[in-house]
């Protein structure tokens, strides 16, 4: 579940990146070409430093793999150099742009964990609705009763919408589980 959320949180990052690199002057000795780096390149930043290796390529953005996150950048942030492909930002750079884009999805997505919310399970299934949240747990009151799950496990989509990492029939075994258990422990 975590690598969802990173996967999820990463996806918010293409504008503080972008943001990032505007303000990070530009690489020394490195005048972007048109080249387009390959699944498997290693990505340097600004200094020389390895930010990581190229996951995937598509025509909105390149996804680095810092080896934490899979950050999406955007492909014409990427020159090729005489040493190979850089951006114009250093790893310390990225590193906390990084953890911003993180800290500010789970913000959002905490807020977004009030009473009456939708879930929505990973197949986009409805599952229920938020009853309760605290900082360990949301309660979601689904139509056989409430299930308790961890918070790590919730993420927001694209389009905002709450979901949790578990499909809508695991939703309805682990409350069906819980039903069955006795409330005397």
């Known amino acids: 579940m975590r690598t969802l959320a990173l996967t999820i949180g990463a996806a918010m990052l293409v504008?503080?990146?972008?943001q990032a690199q505007q303000a990070a002057p530009a690489a020394p000795a490195a005048q972007a070409t048109a080249a387009t780096?390959?699944?498997?390149?290693?990505?340097y930043d600004s200094a020389g430093v390895s930010l990581g290796t190229v996951a995937q390529v598509t025509p909105q953005a390149i996804i680095l793999n810092t080896g934490t996150a899979q950050?999406?950048?955007?492909?014409s942030s990427i020159g090729k150099t005489d040493k190979g492909f850089a951006m114009a930002m250093t790893?310390?750079?990225?590193?906390?742009?990084?953890?911003?884009?993180?800290?500010?999805?789970?913000?959002?997505?905490?807020a977004k964990l009030v009473p009456g919310t939708a879930v929505a399970g990973?197949?986009?299934?409805?599952?229920?609705?938020v009853k309760a949240a605290d900082a360990q747990f949301v309660t979601v009151t689904t139509a056989k009763g409430d299930v308790?799950?961890?918070?790590?496990?919730?993420?927001?989509?694209?389009?905002?919408?709450?979901?949790?990492?578990?499909?809508?029939?695991?939703?309805?075994?682990?409350?069906?589980?819980a039903a069955g258990t006795t409330s005397g422990k």
């Open 71 to 75: 950050v999406p950048v955007p492909p």
């Open 122 to 129: 990973l197949n986009g299934t409805p599952v229920g609705t």
């Open 91 to 110: 790893k310390a750079d990225l590193d906390a742009a990084v953890a911003s884009s993180q800290a500010q999805a789970q913000a959002a997505l905490k």
């Open 148 to 177: 308790k799950l961890p918070i790590n496990g919730f993420s927001a989509n694209a389009q905002g919408q709450v979901i949790v990492g578990l499909t809508a029939e695991q939703i309805a075994a682990a409350t069906a589980g």
């Open 37 to 43: 780096p390959t699944v498997g390149a290693t990505i």
């Open 15 to 18: 504008p503080a990146a972008a």
